[in-house]
């Protein structure tokens, strides 16, 4: 196919609008080449042509069958116009219509029309001039960013247009709200985000018709209006009270700020203190039920602080730099409460730099849950031991009803392999009467789990809290893996001990002891994990730790 992209932004080459078009090109071109054809596409930059603005001679009707009087590049614009199956109108929304320059080539199209009057049929308009060519097979698509937070409302005069000189509903087109944010790329997750909806939407085009869904997702906002007004209102890099500019930083960091997401409030005020450590700049950022606020006079009690290189925290926030790997390498320091930074993406959404995924990626299913793998140790323990005729039948039963009960959940291996190794020991026990040593075995198989998982890339807990942590992104998170084979480790350890003291306790006669010591180690090791996996994170953030 041949496709002609008319780019009618003044900006030429660092359009907005035209990231869109490309998109959605690529999109098409994917659907020939999986199709066996190829597509040759041919670009006009209106803002870098030399297109004069219609005489109004009307010499193209009466005169010169079609051709215009002004020598200039329009002749070009007609040839390809000709020769292109699909026409791509690509511009910004200028005074709710297109830009002049696009305005002047669209009028300069007057040799492409015959001068007869014509009836529509569409209900457009009044009246209409045929058509010089024969331009029926021709597809156009309008792709265009505009300046406020949604499209919806401002493209009438734009459709009408089209409407008018394409035929009504024989256009496709895509417009977007926001459009500046295509060129802060420190919002670059999410704008790419929707450049691959719009590369799909080319696609889909290219082969019958953009699909609903992809449609959904085209007119789904790039931000909340609220967060994209504030970041659009500082991004002009001028004070709403004096309006002077105001340092590069200050403007950064408000920003940052409009990207709090005020549903993550859990009742707690925060306030955010930055010190940009070379640039020697601090500023606070008041966190509430309310929404952000950026001070700058250092008058507010802190309750995190981020003290960071600026070129660090810029990085960051491009995503050149993982927030978290940078943290571990020490290349910013974060104290007080470190709760705001394990829940980073939840407070600011695309802030830091990366999307957080879907906790929720294992289908439907609700993410897999710690008690699964539990369940069948704790009943072998405490049903075996009590009573060896009946405990091994009921810890079988339970064997087979957690699947069952927990089927909602997703299952980890360690469920898995916890649920094997159960009912083989209850059967063990059964088969044997041999109920202290079935117990007893199960302490060492849960140590050996849980140690051997730290040989793994997701040590035991890893495999259920990442869901908390950004799912899968958690396990790029140094910080993370480093408390999770800690704990990992420890847990091993622990029953391992508890194997071996129990099979020296046990056999001294310190069986009513042993219940009390092997119940209450867990409870005080989950004391500590919870402990631990609090403090340990913010000590190295704090800038201790190796
Ligand atoms: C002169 C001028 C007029 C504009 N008029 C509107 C408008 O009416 N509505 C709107 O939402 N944005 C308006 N904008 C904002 C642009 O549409 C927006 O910045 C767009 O993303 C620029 O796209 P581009 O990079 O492809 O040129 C206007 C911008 C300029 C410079």
Redesign the pocket.
């Known amino acids: 196919m041949n496709i002609l992209l008319i780019n009618g ?3 030429a080459g ?6 869109l078009a490309e998109a959605f090109i690529e999109g098409f071109k994917e659907c020939s080449k999986a199709n066996g054809t190829t597509d040759e596409v041919y670009q006009i930059d209106v803002a870098k042509a030399n297109i004069a603005p219609c005489k109004g001679c009307f010499a193209c009707w009466k005169n010169t069958e079609g051709k215009c009087c002004i020598k200039d590049d329009m002749t070009t614009v007609i040839e390809k116009q000709l020769w292109a199956d699909v026409i791509i109108w ?8 297109v ?1 002049g320059i696009l305005k002047n080539l669209i009028d300069r199209q007057l040799p492409m029309n015959l001068p007869f009057m014509i009836d529509r049929t569409d209900g457009t308009g009044s009246g209409s001039h045929p058509s010089r060519y024969d331009m029926s097979g021709k597809k156009h698509v309008l792709i ?5 937070y949604s ?1 919806k409302g ?1 493209y009438d005069c734009v459709r009408s247009m089209f409407d008018h000189f394409c035929s009504k509903d024989r256009y496709e087109t895509i417009f977007c ?1 926001q ?2 944010l ?2 802060v790329k420190s919002l670059s997750s999410r704008t790419n985000q929707y450049l691959e909806s719009v590369r799909k939407a080319g696609k889909e085009f290219a082969s019958g018709g953009i699909t609903d869904k992809t449609r959904g997702d085209l007119n789904t906002l790039l931000y909340p209006k609220e967060v994209f007004e504030q970041m659009a209102d500082a991004s002009w890099g001028i004070s709403k009270d004096t309006g002077k500019k105001e340092d590069e930083s200050l403007v950064f960091t408000r920003q940052m700020a409009a990207l709090y997401n005020r549903g993550s409030y859990d009742g707690k005020d925060r306030v955010l203190e930055i010190h940009y450590t070379d640039i020697d700049k601090c500023y606070q950022i008041l966190l509430n039920k309310d929404g952000s606020k950026v001070y700058t006079d250092g008058s507010l009690k802190a309750t995190t602080r981020i003290d960071t290189p600026w070129d660090v925290w810029l990085s960051i926030s491009r995503g050149e730099i993982g927030g978290s790997a940078a943290l571990a390498k020490k290349m910013y320091k974060v104290s007080g409460d470190f709760s705001l930074m394990i829940d980073w993406d939840k407070f600011f959404g695309n802030a830091g730099g990366g999307t957080q995924e879907e906790p929720e990626t294992a289908g439907k299913l609700k993410k897999p849950t710690m008690l699964t793998m539990l369940i069948p140790w704790i009943v072998l323990w405490v049903a075996v031991p009590i009573n060896g005729d009946i405990g091994p039948l009921i810890t079988l039963a339970v064997c087979g009803l957690v699947p069952l009960i927990m089927a909602q959940h997703s299952m980890t291996i360690y469920d898995r392999i916890s649920i094997g190794t159960v009912a083989a020991l209850s059967l063990f026990s059964a088969l044997t009467g041999s109920a202290r040593a079935a117990s007893n075995l199960g302490y060492l198989a849960f140590g050996l789990m849980w140690l051997l998982s730290c040989l793994t890339k997701e040590p035991l807990c890893a495999c259920y809290v990442k869901y908390n942590y950004g799912a899968e992104n958690a396990l790029k998170n140094p910080i993370f893996m480093k408390t999770n084979y800690i704990l990992a480790a420890a847990w091993g350890v622990l029953y391992l001990c508890t194997a071996t003291w129990t099979f020296f306790l046990s056999r001294a006669g310190f069986g009513t002891s042993l219940i009390i010591i092997n119940n209450l180690m867990p409870v005080l090791m989950g004391i500590f994990t919870r402990w631990f996996e609090n403090w340990y994170p913010a000590w190295v953030a704090g800038g201790s730790g190796k």
């Open positions: 932004s003044p900006r660092r359009s907005n609008s035209v990231k690509s511009f910004p929304l200028y005074y709710f219509n830009p265009s960013t505009c300046g406020f499209a401002n709200g459009g500046e295509f060129d």
